[in-house]
């Protein structure tokens, strides 16, 4: 079992920045991650994917975040971030972190609200 575990969610106003954290765990064997990211949900949409990052750091954006948010991986490879810079009100929404661990699937973070005002 996989525990993710996001940090850095709250309440900014448009134009401002937050950074979200989200470090994976497992107990017992040596994991490797393929891929991590973020999706996010608001009140009245879909779950987004909004960004992804893959073993080899290739990355992908949402076109609604594009120039905005960046995502990156911390040294130790099982930490994903999520730098979200010129917030809209839009982009207020729970962000889940999520990692896909190869041969066994998704794993979830509990997810982090993050409330952009205008």
């Known amino acids: 079992q996989v525990q993710l575990v996001e940090s850095g969610g709250g309440l900014v106003q448009a134009g401002g920045s937050l950074r979200l954290s989200c470090a994976a765990s497992?107990?017992?064997?040596?994991?490797?991650?393929?891929?991590m990211g973020w999706y996010r949900q608001a009140l009245t949409n879909q779950r987004e994917l909004v960004a992804i990052?893959?073993?080899?750091?290739?990355?992908n954006y949402a076109d609604s975040v594009k120039g905005r948010f960046t995502i990156s991986r911390g040294d130790a490879k099982n930490t994903v971030y999520l730098q979200m810079n010129s917030l809209k009100p839009e982009d207020t929404a729970v962000y889940y972190c999520?990692?896909?661990?190869?041969?066994?699937?998704?794993?979830w973070g509990q997810g982090t609200q993050v409330t952009v005002s205008s």
């Open positions: 990052i893959t073993s080899d750091d290739g990355t």
């Open positions: 999520f990692v896909y661990l190869s041969g066994v699937g998704h794993y």
């Open positions: 497992k107990s017992g064997s040596i994991f490797s991650i393929d891929y």
